[in-house]
């Protein structure tokens, strides 16, 4: 008898599997199986629990000590296994270094019907032999009832109920009744485009561009990662394009990371066009049934190429030969709840894996990225000049001390708006902060608008008429005077929604745009006012960093960044790092086609030195400039960081938490685990919880891993009833 065979209770044999299953347990659950039914790790299974039921992932064979009682599952969910070894050894990777339970981890990689138990079997019609038969004989008069038994004998297979959506109930049921067609169960299997005819033509590459697809090229049968740095506008996306017809004219698939859903459409649009085939797009924002469609096309290989944000790095393939992440430095690649992987770096352990190649492309690689190139771990690839002959914009500080502010616009950038509209360009402004205003303030009292939930002010959305928590989502309708002495209120600070009236009024007629969260929050909205832009009937674009994030407008003249103060004196160590690659991502998106591009940069700080080395030196001199202070300092990516976060509905609690944490790591022997806080978060109070955070760092990723398995271990038997706390490994958002 096998290993994992035994026998019950009752002497029939059984077979005894480790289930993973979700919760806030980390251990894996045994159940038993009847010894007869095949079964192999990725299937899922549904297993009863407590007094309710579960659907699991089973895991590996076990066996049982003969005093245990072991549950049976309940049943089988798959005939086969829904994951690979390859993708099962990913998340089980993952789930260790990102210190998450194993079977929340697992079912991240399901659509959300697949985590919920839903079959992959569904009822399906066929042609019946009295069906044949009546169409050789011409038979059926009925044209809907002919037209479906025409679909049906198209595909001897059979069609899945649910495909059929042109062919009513009722059709159905008479050929059933009349014994024309007969229903059985079918597999559901996607319906994927098949390639189309024609293909685009691809531009001719330059020196730089070239160099880069045939370096990549010779490593397509190995593992190799490459950081292509490459200027804004330089062609990175020609390189993929490239690289990726190789790969798929050798039967392989791709899969292409881009860190938002709204980048998804022209991504879609370009690759349609080049490859002559129809992306397969995984994102949060599809239905289910999309998705679900998206992931078994991709799943059985139907689909060759992949187009995703994060989550689509756990995506099954049939044969994935290349990985690409596009703006790889975005912490939008890094989840911050919950399961808190790096969409990249999964994505690179995955290609090791696989051993194929990566490229992660970025004109502002993360620091990180730029430490690993150095020490030799990426192998580096640079398009120093933008495709086509387009030149580099150039960038200059506008002094707006003690200068005349309308609408938060100085009276220079006014005065370059309106040359480069009547010259025929375009003009962006970007503020990365939404709504009318930030605050709304009773002049004589000085009362201010705050979330009732959160330690912040709330937003008024003027267009909607309500004031908004950006944090919590609290909201509610704007109070018509002030509700501590019944004085009027007036906005104070300026968002999107403020910017855009107020350019519609100064510059009527030139038509505008705003690209911001609440602008395209209907489906369609994004496609519709990019259809404006790239048509010319909106010469104005206003709005947050969506606009920094791929997009290409060759129009655009000039740009404006409305408040580069905001990002400049940001609380959070990474603030210089991000703020230097949203001004050079924002500035890119000036001159990228005949007409030369200017980006003006209003400041209070005109002097700033480092504001005055990104634009004098550029981003690469900048990023390193700043390893070398974190490495003085002893921050990441110098060192290995965690930030342990805990909140409760008092303000105590959570913090005492943190504290007797931080005394038990602080007895660990390893004087290389450094121990900061707790202290409390930047945000103290959000959605009426207080919030603290202990930050750990460790020179090795060794040392930190082995203190947060500790920590987890140590906290299982000291769960604090009410008290919530998280562990977040290599954190981006400090908040």
């Known amino acids: 008898m096998p290993e994992s065979l035994f026998c019950s209770p009752d002497g029939a044999p059984v077979q005894y599997w480790q289930v993973a299953l979700p919760g806030p347990l980390r251990q894996?659950?045994?159940?038993?199986?009847?010894?007869?039914?095949?079964?192999?790790?990725?299937m899922r299974v549904r297993v009863p629990l407590g007094r309710g039921f579960r659907v699991g992932v089973l895991w590996a064979p076990t066996q049982a000590s003969a005093?245990?009682?072991?549950?049976?599952?309940?049943?089988?969910?798959?005939?086969?296994?829904?994951?690979?070894?390859?993708?099962?050894?990913?998340?089980?990777?993952a789930?260790?270094?990102?210190?998450?339970?194993?079977?929340?981890?697992?079912?991240?990689?399901?659509?959300?019907?697949?985590?919920?138990?839903?079959?992959?079997?569904?009822?399906?019609?066929?042609?019946?032999?009295?069906?044949?038969?009546?169409?050789?004989?011409?038979?059926?008069?009925?044209?809907?009832?002919?037209?479906?038994?025409?679909?049906?004998?198209?595909?001897?297979?059979?069609?899945?109920?649910?495909?059929?959506?042109?062919?009513?109930?009722?059709?159905?049921?008479?050929?059933?009744?009349?014994?024309l067609v007969e229903e059985f169960e079918l597999t559901s299997l996607p319906r994927w485009p098949a390639i189309q005819a024609a293909l685009g033509?691809?531009?001719?590459?330059?020196?730089?561009?070239?160099?880069?697809?045939?370096?990549?090229?010779?490593?397509?049968?190995?593992?190799?990662?490459?950081?292509?740095?490459?200027?804004?506008?330089?062609?990175?996306?020609?390189?993929?394009?490239?690289?990726?017809?190789?790969?798929?004219?050798?039967?392989?698939?791709?899969?292409?990371?881009?860190p938002e859903i709204a980048l998804t459409p022209q991504w879609v649009t370009r690759f349609s066009g080049r490859l002559g085939l129809r992306?397969?797009?995984?994102?949060?924002?599809?239905?289910?049934?999309?998705?679900l469609q998206a992931w078994l096309a991709v799943r059985s290989g139907l689909a060759q190429v992949v187009i995703g944000t994060r989550s689509a790095v756990f995506q099954p393939f049939a044969d994935l030969g290349l990985i690409v992440v596009d703006e790889e430095h975005d912490a939008s690649l890094k989840q911050n709840e919950g399961f808190g992987y790096h969409a990249r770096d999964v994505a690179i352990w995955r290609a090791r894996r696989l051993n194929i190649p990566i490229v992660l492309g970025s004109a502002t690689p993360s620091l990180e990225s730029i430490r690993n190139l150095e020490l030799g771990r990426y192998q580096g690839l640079r398009l120093p000049e933008r495709a086509g002959g387009a030149v580099?914009?150039?960038?200059?500080?506008?002094?707006?001390?003690?200068?005349?502010?309308?609408?938060?616009?100085?009276?220079?950038?006014?005065?370059?708006?309106?040359?480069?509209?009547?010259?025929?360009?375009?003009?962006?402004?970007?503020?990365?902060?939404?709504?009318?205003?930030?605050?709304?303030?009773?002049?004589?009292?000085?009362?201010?608008?705050?979330?009732?939930?959160?330690?912040?002010?709330?937003?008024?959305?003027?267009?909607?008429?309500?004031?908004?928590?950006?944090?919590?989502?609290?909201?509610?309708?704007v109070p018509t005077h002030c509700p501590s002495c019944s004085a009027a209120l007036s906005p104070r600070g300026l968002g999107t929604e403020q910017l855009e009236d107020v350019l519609t009024a100064l510059f009527p007629g030139f038509g505008i745009e705003r690209l911001d969260r609440d602008a395209l929050s209907r489906v369609g909205e994004l496609d519709r006012r990019l259809a404006r832009i790239h048509s010319g009937a909106a010469?104005?674009?206003?709005?947050?960093?969506?606009?920094?994030?791929?997009?290409?407008?060759?129009?655009?003249?000039?740009?404006?960044?409305?408040?580069?103060?905001?990002?400049?004196?940001?609380?959070?160590?990474?603030?210089?790092?991000?703020?230097?690659?949203?001004?050079?991502q924002v500035a890119g998106r000036a001159g990228r086609a005949d007409r030369a591009g200017v980006v003006l940069v209003q400041t209070h700080h005109p002097a700033h030195p480092g504001l005055n080395q990104l634009i004098s030196q550029g981003y690469g001199h900048f990023a390193r400039g700043l390893l070398r202070e974190r490495a003085e300092i002893g921050l990441p990516p110098a060192r290995r960081a965690a930030l342990i976060r805990a909140d409760g509905a008092s303000i105590d609690a959570p913090n005492q938490l943190l504290a007797a944490m931080a005394d038990w790591l602080g007895q660990m022997p390893d004087?290389?685990?450094?121990?900061?806080?707790?202290?409390?978060?930047?945000?103290?109070?959000?959605?009426?919880?207080?919030?603290?955070?202990?930050?750990?760092?460790?020179?090795?990723?060794?040392?930190?891993?082995?203190?947060?398995?500790?920590?987890?271990?140590?906290?299982?038997?000291?769960?604090?009833?009410?008290?919530?706390?998280?562990?977040?490994?290599?954190?981006?958002?400090?908040?």
């Open 28 to 42: 894996l659950f045994t159940y038993c199986i009847p010894a007869g039914q095949a079964v192999c790790a990725g």
């Open 67 to 93: 005093d245990w009682v072991i549950k049976p599952i309940e049943s089988l969910c798959d005939e086969a296994p829904l994951l690979e070894d390859d993708l099962l050894a990913c998340m089980a990777w």
């Open 95 to 179: 789930a260790d270094y990102y210190h998450y339970p194993l079977g929340d981890a697992l079912l991240a990689a399901f659509p959300p019907s697949l985590r919920q138990g839903a079959s992959l079997r569904c009822v399906a019609l066929r042609l019946s032999a009295a069906g044949h038969a009546a169409l050789l004989a011409d038979s059926i008069r009925g044209c809907r009832q002919k037209n479906l038994m025409l679909q049906l004998a198209a595909e001897p297979q059979g069609v899945a109920v649910h495909a059929l959506s042109d062919a009513p109930v009722s059709v159905r049921r008479r050929l059933s009744a009349l014994g």
């Open 201 to 258: 033509v691809a531009p001719q590459l330059n020196a730089a561009q070239a160099a880069a697809v045939q370096a990549v090229f010779a490593t397509l049968s190995k593992f190799a990662v490459w950081l292509l740095d490459g200027v804004t506008g330089s062609g990175k996306t020609e390189v993929y394009l490239h690289l990726i017809t190789e790969v798929l004219a050798a039967g392989r698939q791709v899969l292409v990371l881009v």
């Open 279 to 291: 992306p397969a797009v995984l994102h949060s924002g599809l239905s289910d049934a999309d998705r």
């Open 392 to 477: 580099l914009p150039k960038i200059y500080p506008l002094d707006v001390r003690t200068q005349r502010m309308q609408g938060g616009l100085s009276d220079a950038l006014l005065a370059a708006i309106e040359q480069h509209l009547l010259a025929g360009g375009q003009v962006m402004l970007y503020l990365n902060r939404r709504g009318y205003a930030p605050n709304l303030l009773c002049h004589a009292c000085g009362w201010v608008a705050e979330c009732p939930h959160c330690d912040s002010f709330v937003t008024w959305h003027r267009h909607a008429q309500r004031l908004r928590c950006h944090h919590c989502g609290h909201e509610r309708a």
């Open 539 to 584: 010469r104005l674009i206003v709005g947050t960093q969506i606009l920094v994030k791929g997009h290409d407008f060759p129009n655009v003249s000039l740009v404006g960044i409305v408040d580069a103060d905001q990002a400049l004196f940001a609380n959070d160590f990474r603030g210089a790092e991000r703020f230097a690659q949203q001004l050079i």
């Open 671 to 735: 004087e290389q685990l450094v121990i900061w806080g707790p202290v409390p978060a930047p945000m103290a109070r959000r959605a009426g919880r207080y919030r603290y955070q202990l930050l750990l760092l460790a020179n090795d990723r060794p040392t930190l891993h082995r203190a947060l398995a500790q920590l987890a271990a140590w906290q299982g038997s000291r769960r604090p009833a009410g008290i919530r706390w998280s562990i977040d490994v290599d954190p981006l958002d400090m908040a």
